[in-house]
């Protein structure tokens, strides 16, 4: 019962940040496919001007569904602002998108942002980056939902990136799960 009614409550909030925020209501979506902590500013969804965007994380900060993470050091040099959102605001955004019909579409959005802003390796913009890596790891675990080809994709980016962190064993990993899902998908030829 308690869990029905946190889940009702958060569902009469979100559905009142539709209404009035919709870039909220998106950004919200979207870090429901990211895995929970240390979510970059930097990765939600382009759009919207720079006040607008201010505007949807102060409101999603007002509702308490995702809070700003004490920044490191080297962040706070950078600027960049990380947010966490609570397991239970996760779980039920989750639930929410399922039911509505809308979780296959914000899987690919955030596939295709994730692709885009996960390089090749590489030591150039590292520390951007190595703050996408759970979040990419954690898309290439929706194997239900992700189609195989953008699972190898993806995973190949994280694999190079461990690679360039000197991560060896986990890049290993990373490119034979790659490599199993390239082989189901265009044979060994």
């Known amino acids: ?87 239970l605001v996760h779980l039920a955004s989750v639930g929410w998108l399922k039911k509505r019909g809308e979780w296959q ?5 955030a596939y295709r942002r994730l692709f885009e802003v996960v390089p090749l390796g590489g030591h150039a913009t590292r520390d951007t980056w190595t703050a996408y890596l759970p979040h990419a790891i954690h898309v290439c675990e929706m194997a239900d939902v992700l189609k195989e080809k953008q699972r190898a994709d993806l995973l190949n980016r994280v ?15 990373t490119h034979r799960a790659a490599l199993d899902l390239t082989l189901k998908v265009f044979g060994p030829e």
């Not at 209404?19 to 969804?45: E, G, V, W």
């Not at 579409?105 to 959005?109: D, F, L, R």
């Open 1 to 87: 019962d308690i869990e029905n009614t946190v889940a009702r409550t958060w569902h009469i909030s979100f559905d009142q940040i539709r209404k009035q925020d919709t870039l909220a209501a998106d950004f919200l979506s979207f870090l429901a496919c990211m895995a929970r902590d240390n979510i970059p500013a930097s990765l939600l969804p382009q759009g919207g001007t720079l006040m607008e965007r201010i505007k949807a994380i102060g409101t999603l900060e007002g509702y308490a569904f995702i809070t700003e993470r004490k920044q490191q050091q080297e962040q706070q040099k950078r600027g960049e602002r990380f947010f966490d959102i609570h397991r």
């Open 105 to 109: 579409t914000w899987i690919e959005k």
């Open 159 to 173: 694999a190079r990136c461990q690679y360039t962190l000197a991560q060896y064993g986990a890049a290993e990993r």
